[in-house]
């Protein structure tokens, strides 16, 4: 299937119903989802080879391999710069998720306390904004804005993602990447409340049933993960606990939510606080005189 990976027709030419095009469409998603089975990781040497038997005149390069691949999986990603034959579908899937930028090279100390979830950030003042890829390491936290790529959750997120964690699990050089975003969402979504604030803010898009489902499944997916010491994401957790922990930014974030979110609510604050200058002015000026005059 992947060798017609290039020419849409070349898929159709067998029409019937479960193998035309619109076969294709309707049975993509499966099979991709199939195709990232740990279990069922075909080595792309194997590919390289029949395409070498295939194009003898034109065989192709790794970048080929990796381009196919990616654009059937529907990753839409490949390493530039990498000459070098990935191992399989599996692994190309797993570095279009990852951050090719160097980490932290450590933190001394982890900090053990725990994240807020969304709607306690929230509370404390803290804005959601949607960063500039898709990458699960592209997460930042500065000057009370958290900035997440956007989650897209469907009936094949628990799948992948479990896959891409074993994948992680399996081969030391994988990194840890996958696993920390998981531990992090996980942390951040406690409730279908949360869920809720994060679709509002149009950093999630769910095609599950309920919100509930969407956070019972970020809780469950990380269960007996440890995050790496060496995560860029523990940087940004300290960074919010601290954020979190000052009482001014509470006291701002909770006026501003119950005085400025409304604009009739803040009319009618403004209009009490214009009565009671007049009220202490017109005080001032009745006092005033009664003195001046003794």
């Not at 309707?26 to 040497?45: A, H, K, T």
């Not at 381009?67 to 070098?84: A, I, S």
């Not at 306690?120 to 930042?140: H, P, Q, R």
């Not at 679709?199 to 898009?205: E, I, P």
């Amino acid at each position: 299937m992947l060798l017609a990976g290039d020419d849409a027709g070349a898929r159709a030419r067998a029409q019937g119903p479960s193998t035309g095009i619109h076969g294709f469409y309707f049975l993509s998603p499966e099979i991709v989802s199939v195709m990232l089975l740990l279990e069922n990781q075909l080595p792309l040497l194997v590919l390289h080879m029949i395409l070498v038997v295939q194009r003898p005149l034109s065989p192709p390069s790794p970048k080929d391999i990796h381009q196919m691949v990616t654009d059937f999986l529907g990753c839409g990603r490949h390493d530039e710069g990498n000459d070098e034959l990935g191992h399989h579908p599996l692994d190309l899937f797993h570095r279009s998720f990852r951050d090719l930028q160097p980490v932290l090279s450590g933190l001394d100390e982890l900090d053990q306390v725990s994240v807020p979830s969304a709607v306690e950030l929230s509370e404390a003042g803290i804005s959601f904004k949607e960063s500039n890829t898709n990458s699960v390491c592209d997460i930042d936290f500065k000057n009370g804005v958290l900035r997440m790529p956007l989650v897209r959750v469907h009936d094949g997120t628990e799948k992948i993602y479990l896959n891409l964690m074993a994948f992680e699990r399996q081969y030391m050089y994988a990194g840890n990447d996958v696993t920390d975003y998981l531990i992090f969402m996980d942390s951040i979504i406690n409730s279908e409340r949360d869920v809720a604030l994060l679709r509002s803010k149009g950093l999630l898009k769910s095609g599950l049933g309920s919100d509930k489902e969407v956070a019972e499944l970020f809780n469950s997916m990380s269960k007996g993960a440890v995050m790496s010491p060496y995560c860029k994401l523990l940087d940004v957790r300290q960074k919010m606990n601290g954020h979190c922990r000052k009482p001014w930014n509470k006291l701002r974030a909770s006026f501003e939510h119950t005085y400025l979110s409304n604009p009739w609510v803040f009319i009618s604050l403004v209009a009490a606080v214009v009565v009671l200058v007049a009220t202490v002015m017109q005080t001032i000026y009745t006092v005033v005189p009664f003195y001046t005059q003794r």
